[in-house]
């Protein structure tokens, strides 16, 4: 699994742009934990109900990957994005998500900077 880590986040990023929060929260394991700033969501049904909050207040909200940082050691990534909110609102954000061993998201926190 180590060497798929970018892979397995770029899927993620992938699938979150399509706007699909059941594609999005099938890329999480039934135990798994979304935190930003705004909010905080444990297990798959109040992750796939944020996802879709997000996307239903920002239609136009998509993702640019920056770059993409592994550890294999942790099964960990550390993505720098740029989050288009709109035509002309754009946040820097870091991602950091956990994988387990099946390859689903445990854990992704998102912070501004």
Avoid at 12 to 23: A, E, F, L, V
């Amino acid at each position: 699994m180590d060497s798929n880590l970018h892979s397995l986040t770029k899927r993620y990023i992938q699938t979150w742009n399509q706007h699909d929060s059941q594609k999005v929260v099938d890329l999480f394991s039934d135990q798994s934990i979304l935190r930003d700033w705004d909010i905080e969501a444990e297990n798959k049904i109040n992750i796939k109900q944020a996802n879709q909050n997000i996307f239903d207040h920002c239609p136009d909200i998509h993702c640019d990957i920056l770059q993409i940082h592994v550890s294999e050691s942790t099964n960990t990534t550390c993505s720098e994005l740029i989050i288009n909110v709109n035509d002309t609102e754009k946040i820097k954000v870091v991602d950091i998500i956990t994988f387990d061993n099946n390859e689903l998201i445990t854990s992704l926190r998102a912070y501004k900077g």
